[in-house]
Structures are given as C-alpha cells and as structure tokens.
C-alpha cells in the first residue's frame, strides 16, 4: 500500500485518508485556533501541513496516531468555536477507532483517554499507559461507548488495582474514575463482589462520584469485566492490610501513615475498612519528643497517674511476646475533676492526639457494633474509652464489650446458607474512664478478673497546689504526642531476640507474686488472675524506663536485686488488700455517692437560692461548714435516685449492706435510719423530721475502695 493511494480495507470497510487528511491539512493552514494548541500538538500540525503523504502513511500504520491527534484536536476551543467543521476531527477519530476495533486491535488506554486525562491520572499514580482498550469499546468526547456508539458511562472508569489482603487473602478492587466536576481522578477500594455484580455497583460506588447509576450499571460491569479480561496481567496487586498493629508473624506493624519493620523491604499499604479512616487518622505525630518529655518530667510526682501510660504501652506487647497473658482493662472510675481524663490521654499520647473530640479518645457511648469495628480496626493498640456512665446503664453492653476485649474476638454469628460468617481478631489491652468504675454497672463475675480498676485518685486529692500542675500535664500532651510510640515499637523490633526473656520475665514476676500472696490467691481466683496483670504492667514499666529512659516516677528506686515502682507497689497493694473485686454494694454507693456531690444544691444547707427547695423536695441535709460532721440522705429520696441510678427498684438488703461495710452511720438501735430535723422549703422556722441515712464525712472523703 503506497501513500498515493492511502486506501485502507478491512473486510466490507473501506476508506481512503488521503481526502480526509488534505481537507484537514488545508482547514488548518488558515485556522486561528492553531495559535491556541500546546507545544505537543503544534509539533503534530506542523507535520501535517508539510508533508501530507509521510503523515497519512503514519496514520494508515499507527491508527493509535489518528486517535490521539484527532482527539487533541477536537477539545481545542479555538476549532470548537468555528462550528460543524470541528466535528471532521471527530470524525476522523471515529473512523479510527473503527478501524481498530473490526481488526481487533487494542489501542492503548492512554490513547484512546488522550493526554488530558492520561497526565491527570498519572498525578494519582495511576498510569494508563499499561491498561489497552477492548477492542468492543471505544472512548471519545470524555465517555466510553460501544462499537456501535452507544454510550456506557460520560466519564472513564477502570480497574486501576487489586488490593490483596495480606491477613485473610481477601480481594477488593480499586475502582478510578475521573470526576468530570471537580477535573480530577477520584478511587474506592470496595470488594470484588460489590464491583462486578450489577445490583450492587451503583450503590457500592455512587456516593463517591462514580459515574454509575441505575441505568448503566449493567453496562458498566459489562466494561469492568472485558477491562479486566484484557489488562489482567497490567492491573498490579498492591499487599494491604485492613487494621493497624501487628501482622506478617509480628514482623511488620502497621500505623495509620507509617509501616513499621527490621526489614527495608516491605511492600504492604494500609487500607483501613469503610468509615474507619477519620477514626485512625488521630494516631499521628504531633508536637516533638523534648515537649513529651517535659510532660512525663510534670508527671512525676503522681505515680498513679503513671499506670495509664504503662498500659498504653504494654498493649503492643501483647500479641508478639507475651502471648499467654490475658488481656485487660484498666479502669479509672472518678468524680469529674478527679483527673481520670487526663490520666487517659497521657495513655493516649503515647500513640496519637489525645483528645476526646477527633482524637483517639473514643466514647462509651457508641454501639456495641461500632466499639467492635474499632477493636478490629486497632488490632494491636489500646483501646481508649471514655466516659462510661454514656453507657446509659447498659450492664449488658459493658459486659459484652470487656469480654471481647479480654477473649480477642467478637461473638460469632452464623449464615444463611449454614456457614459462620469471619469474625475479626485482635490483641489489645483496654483503659476506660468515668464517674464509676464500670464494675459498678455489672454484676457478672467474670467481669471482676479482667478489669484492673484503680482505687486512687490518680493525682491525688484536688487542691490549688496540684491543679495548674495537672492542666500543665494536660496541654503538655494534647501538644506533643505520638512519638513514644513508634519509638517502643523500634525498640521491640530491633530486639526480637530479648523476646523470651522478657515473656520469662514476666512469668517469673507472676511466680512471685503468687508466692507472696498464695493465701490470698487460694481463696480468690480473681487475686491470682488479676495479680498477673500488674505482673504484665511491672515487666513494661521497667522497659520503658530503664531501656528506654522515659522518666520515672516520684518514689523509684532500684536495688541490686530489684526495682521498686511506687505505681505497681500501690496497684499490688489494692490487688491483694482482700476481695478484689469491688462488689456491687460497693460499686453502687461509689456510684451515689459521687451521684450526690453533683446534686449538693439539693441539699438543705448547700442550697444556692436560700428557702427555695428543688423540684421534688431536699434529698437531705449537709451542712455549710468545712468540718461537716456527716452527710444526712433522706432515705425515700435516696431509694428513689438510687432506683434512677440503676434502673432497678432498691432493695433493701443493699442499705444494709452499705451498713454493714461502714459506708452508713448505725442509730443506737444499731439500724441505718436516723431520725433528722429539716427547715421546711417554705417558711424557714417550720422544722420537720425525715428518716435519713447518715453517711459519715470520712466516707465522703474517702479515695481508696475495697470489699475489706
């Protein structure tokens, strides 16, 4: 075939280039629009309009040519502006593409995109030079439409990647398309069975901006599928993993924006589940590591305020070196003011940004579904929850919530077709704050093993001395956090072979506390289990400090046979001072009584407004004075904001519970009712008398708990 003659035949087709090329050639001589074309495409004019017959002999030879100048040409406003005889570049392309596809040629995908959105997508890392375009499609104007020109989608769309994960084996596709209103290449992971099913694509990939609706999904799986037919060898396979912590045998650990390993070459991205990534982002570097530092040099002279931290950075401990240790959380249960927020975001600061808003402080008071997603997504990091009175006394939540925590994975749940649908794992320990401890809202047994929950106010009483410290302690960490954490992380790579001696460590620490406290222990399993949980938290503390030189708490000091840590000393202590586990007529009047320091206005006395009474009357007496010598609770109000409080009617075997444990002033006779004169709410010298309960002053004051 000579360029004379120009003519190209495929079968029953049959078209001559060389009219169509001279008609261009001549229109372009004398087009203004070819002032306003890029550097490129002028290149491609002026061959055009120099030698005719070299360039129709390129295009009956390279039809991917024809595309891509016709295509340029066609999106030029200059040549737009002139009416219909723009449309002969189109033309041309379309004749092309014919061309190709009746000889079952597939033009390369940036090709046939052209080089506007090939060089957008490529700012996306998303190369089209590797994928080719079936040869039953065609893409112009911006679309993709069929050999016969019906239109599938106005916007390209492909299958860019298949993401693998590297846990379960898993596949999703990552779904590109270019966003026709705000100019640019947009992405989705969702899973294969989303992606090529037509009932689900356009619900899987709508919200995002795809350019999928009800009307083309089927189209457009039919593209999908001959796409990914053709380019299955091109599409690369990018190793995911969808939560963060550990994976790989505990060779790799995943962060939100980092890949942590001993090995250079790990090729593994994180790809968190849908909706969780605004929930992992807070795990980031903030601030710098001298400002941490000065915060933990603050926090020195609160030992308490210390467990918290250690607990933080013993969850990642967890999966890779003491694998036979039971998970845990520890629970700071507190007035407000107390300090037990700022005690978890000190924790908290060891991975990320410690707050309770769009921090990673997440909240009691989300679904059990939702608090499960997040374990899973975690994996391996604390999870931190706050404000457990959010629960809305929801015992059975809590229950549910410290049982997964502690057994590594959600309850199972069957399918329709007889199988067990998969159940994420994670190892992770746990740290909850609120207005009580949560023993208080659960009965369950099992519950009192698995929560360490701190007795002391973890700075102390409040006072104006210790408080500027405290918000010094609290800004020092919402400003520089993260840096710890993957610096311990470091550390536990690097050091894979001190991975036993640790865990031998560990086991001698539980071996010795078992000796010391064996009479406690036989009569109380829940001592010896709980007893190695501050074994755990002895073992780490003395890493962080002594291997990693974090600086340590008011009252350490090391022998040459061991290290004394007023924080673990003082948890030992509360572990082992009798029944552990706070029962529930302690954890009740925990709860009323900080239910009644909230409401002290309801008090005769305490009033803020003088002969005004509350709505629903005094709930008792309290004096004004410091020195008060007790506080006096009408005993029917109290059985009414108790059976508030817990949702169940008051029995009065609990009363007398709190009586017998020194919670409630006996009368003479022995009882818990006291017979109290109160002031009337509306005239002042009407005195009237009131069956109380007297909870002594020291009992209001007090800070440590236990069953003894």
């Given at each position: 075939?000579?360029?004379a003659?120009l003519?190209?035949s495929?079968?029953?087709m049959?078209?001559?280039?060389?009219?169509?090329?001279?008609?261009?050639?001549?229109f372009?001589?004398?087009c203004?629009?070819t002032?306003q074309?890029d550097g490129?495409?002028?290149?491609?004019?002026?061959?055009?309009?120099?030698?005719i017959?070299d360039?129709?002999?390129?295009?009956?030879h390279?039809r991917?040519g024809?595309?891509l100048?016709?295509?340029r040409?066609?999106?030029f406003?200059?040549?737009r502006?002139?009416?219909?005889?723009a449309a002969?570049f189109t033309?041309?392309?379309?004749?092309?593409?014919?061309l190709t596809a009746?000889s079952?040629m597939?033009?390369s995908?940036a090709v046939?995109?052209?080089?506007y959105?090939t060089?957008a997508?490529?700012?996306?890392?998303?190369?089209?030079t590797?994928f080719?375009?079936?040869s039953?499609?065609?893409?112009?104007?911006?679309?993709?439409?069929t050999?016969?020109d019906?239109?599938?989608?106005?916007?390209?769309?492909i299958?860019?990647?298949?993401s693998?994960d590297v846990d379960?084996?898993?596949?999703t596709y990552k779904?590109?398309?270019?966003d026709?209103?705000n100019?640019?290449?947009?992405?989705i992971h969702?899973p294969v069975?989303e992606?090529m099913n037509?009932?689900?694509?356009?619900?899987?990939?709508a919200?995002?901006?795809a350019?999928v609706?009800s009307?083309n999904a089927?189209a457009?799986?039919?593209w999908?599928t001959?796409f990914?037919?053709?380019n299955a060898l091109?599409?690369p396979i990018?190793?995911?993993?969808r939560h963060l912590?550990?994976?790989?045998n505990?060779?790799v650990?995943?962060?939100?924006?980092?890949?942590?390993?001993?090995s250079?070459n790990?090729?593994?991205?994180h790809l968190?589940?849908?909706g969780m990534?605004?929930r992992?982002?807070p795990?980031?570097v903030?601030?710098?590591?001298?400002?941490?530092?000065k915060?933990?040099q603050?926090?020195?002279?609160?030992?308490?305020?210390?467990?918290g931290?250690?607990?933080?950075?013993?969850?990642?401990?967890?999966e890779?070196v003491?694998t036979d240790?039971?998970p845990?959380?520890?629970?700071?249960?507190?007035?407000s003011g107390s300090g037990?927020?700022?005690s978890?975001q000190i924790?908290?600061?060891v991975?990320?940004?410690?707050?309770t808003m769009k921090?990673?402080?997440?909240?009691w008071e989300?679904?059990?579904?939702?608090?499960?997603?997040l374990m899973?997504a975690?994996h391996?990091?604390?999870?931190i929850?706050?404000?457990s009175?959010r629960?809305?006394n929801?015992?059975k939540?809590?229950?549910?919530?410290v049982h997964?925590l502690?057994q590594?994975?959600?309850?199972?749940?069957?399918l329709?077709?007889?199988g067990?649908k998969?159940t994420?794992?994670?190892?992770?320990?746990?740290?909850?704050?609120?207005?009580?401890?949560?023993l208080a809202f659960?009965s369950a047994?099992?519950?009192?093993?698995?929560v360490?929950?701190v007795r002391a106010r973890?700075?102390?009483?409040s006072n104006?001395q210790?408080?500027?410290?405290?918000?010094?302690v609290?800004h020092?960490?919402l400003?520089?956090?993260?840096?710890?954490g993957?610096?311990?992380?470091?550390?536990?790579?690097?050091n894979?072979?001190?991975w036993?001696?640790w865990r031998?460590?560990w086991?001698?620490a539980c071996?010795?506390y078992?000796?010391?406290?064996?009479g406690?222990?036989s009569g109380?399993a829940t001592?010896?289990r709980l007893?190695?949980?501050v074994?755990?938290?002895?073992?780490?503390?003395?890493?962080?400090?002594?291997?990693?030189?974090?600086p340590v708490p008011?009252?350490?000091?090391?022998t040459?046979?061991k290290v004394?840590?007023?924080a673990?000393?003082?948890l030992?202590?509360?572990?082992?001072a009798?029944?552990?586990?706070?029962s529930?007529g302690?954890?009740?009047?925990?709860?009323?009584?900080?239910?009644?320091?909230?409401?002290?206005?309801r008090?005769?006395g305490?009033?803020?407004?003088?002969?005004?009474?509350?709505?629903?009357?005094?709930?008792g007496?309290w004096?004004s004075?410091a020195?008060?010598?007790?506080?006096y609770v009408?005993?029917d109000?109290?059985?009414?904001?108790?059976?508030?409080?817990?949702?169940v009617?008051?029995?009065d075997?609990?009363l007398?519970?709190w009586?017998d444990k020194?919670?409630?002033?006996?009368n003479?006779?022995?009882h818990?009712?006291?017979?109290v004169e109160i002031?009337?709410a509306?005239d002042a010298e009407?005195?009237?008398t009131i069956?109380?309960?007297?909870?002594?002053?020291?009992?209001?004051l007090?800070?440590e708990?236990?069953d003894?």
């Amino acid at each position: 075939m000579g360029a004379a003659t120009l003519l190209v035949s495929n079968g029953n087709m049959e078209v001559n280039l060389k009219p169509i090329v001279q008609e261009m050639m001549d229109f372009l001589k004398g087009c203004p629009g070819t002032a306003q074309v890029d550097g490129a495409s002028r290149t491609l004019l002026q061959s055009i309009t120099s030698n005719i017959d070299d360039v129709a002999e390129a295009m009956v030879h390279d039809r991917e040519g024809v595309e891509l100048l016709c295509s340029r040409l066609a999106r030029f406003d200059g040549l737009r502006a002139l009416g219909s005889r723009a449309a002969l570049f189109t033309d041309i392309a379309k004749t092309a593409r014919r061309l190709t596809a009746a000889s079952n040629m597939e033009t390369s995908l940036a090709v046939a995109f052209g080089e506007y959105l090939t060089d957008a997508a490529m700012q996306h890392s998303i190369d089209l030079t590797k994928f080719r375009m079936p040869s039953k499609f065609m893409a112009y104007n911006g679309g993709i439409y069929t050999a016969n020109d019906s239109l599938i989608v106005d916007a390209p769309i492909i299958i860019a990647a298949v993401s693998k994960d590297v846990d379960t084996e898993l596949q999703t596709y990552k779904v590109a398309w270019f966003d026709r209103i705000n100019g640019q290449w947009c992405h989705i992971h969702k899973p294969v069975s989303e992606i090529m099913n037509a009932r689900s694509i356009h619900v899987a990939l709508a919200n995002s901006g795809a350019p999928v609706t009800s009307e083309n999904a089927r189209a457009t799986v039919k593209w999908l599928t001959e796409f990914r037919s053709l380019n299955a060898l091109q599409i690369p396979i990018e190793s995911v993993v969808r939560h963060l912590g550990w994976t790989q045998n505990c060779s790799v650990f995943v962060m939100p924006d980092e890949i942590l390993s001993s090995s250079n070459n790990v090729a593994i991205n994180h790809l968190p589940q849908d909706g969780m990534k605004p929930r992992l982002d807070p795990f980031r570097v903030g601030g710098s590591y001298a400002g941490w530092l000065k915060g933990m040099q603050l926090l020195a002279p609160f030992p308490m305020a210390f467990l918290g931290f250690y607990t933080a950075c013993a969850s990642v401990f967890m999966e890779p070196v003491f694998t036979d240790a039971e998970p845990f959380i520890l629970d700071y249960g507190f007035e407000s003011g107390s300090g037990k927020t700022t005690s978890a975001q000190i924790a908290g600061a060891v991975w990320g940004y410690p707050a309770t808003m769009k921090g990673i402080l997440f909240s009691w008071e989300d679904t059990y579904v939702s608090t499960m997603a997040l374990m899973s997504a975690l994996h391996s990091l604390p999870l931190i929850l706050d404000e457990s009175q959010r629960t809305k006394n929801d015992p059975k939540k809590i229950d549910s919530v410290v049982h997964a925590l502690t057994q590594g994975r959600d309850r199972s749940r069957g399918l329709r077709d007889g199988g067990v649908k998969e159940t994420a794992s994670f190892k992770m320990l746990g740290i909850s704050t609120g207005e009580n401890s949560i023993l208080a809202f659960t009965s369950a047994g099992g519950v009192a093993a698995r929560v360490l929950a701190v007795r002391a106010r973890p700075f102390g009483p409040s006072n104006p001395q210790t408080k500027p410290i405290v918000e010094a302690v609290k800004h020092a960490f919402l400003e520089n956090h993260g840096h710890f954490g993957p610096m311990l992380l470091k550390y536990i790579l690097d050091n894979k072979e001190e991975w036993a001696e640790w865990r031998e460590e560990w086991k001698r620490a539980c071996h010795t506390y078992s000796s010391t406290y064996a009479g406690k222990i036989s009569g109380n399993a829940t001592v010896g289990r709980l007893i190695n949980h501050v074994a755990l938290l002895h073992v780490v503390a003395n890493i962080v400090h002594l291997r990693l030189g974090v600086p340590v708490p008011q009252g350490w000091f090391e022998t040459e046979t061991k290290v004394v840590n007023p924080a673990i000393q003082a948890l030992e202590r509360q572990v082992t001072a009798g029944d552990v586990a706070i029962s529930r007529g302690v954890s009740t009047f925990m709860r009323f009584r900080e239910h009644i320091v909230n409401n002290m206005h309801r008090f005769r006395g305490r009033e803020e407004r003088s002969n005004m009474a509350p709505p629903g009357g005094w709930l008792g007496l309290w004096e004004s004075t410091a020195d008060y010598e007790a506080v006096y609770v009408s005993i029917d109000a109290a059985r009414r904001e108790i059976a508030f409080l817990l949702g169940v009617p008051v029995a009065d075997e609990l009363l007398l519970t709190w009586t017998d444990k020194g919670f409630l002033g006996r009368n003479p006779e022995g009882h818990y009712a006291h017979s109290v004169e109160i002031r009337t709410a509306y005239d002042a010298e009407t005195v009237g008398t009131i069956q109380c309960m007297k909870i002594p002053r020291e009992q209001m004051l007090r800070a440590e708990w236990s069953d003894s």
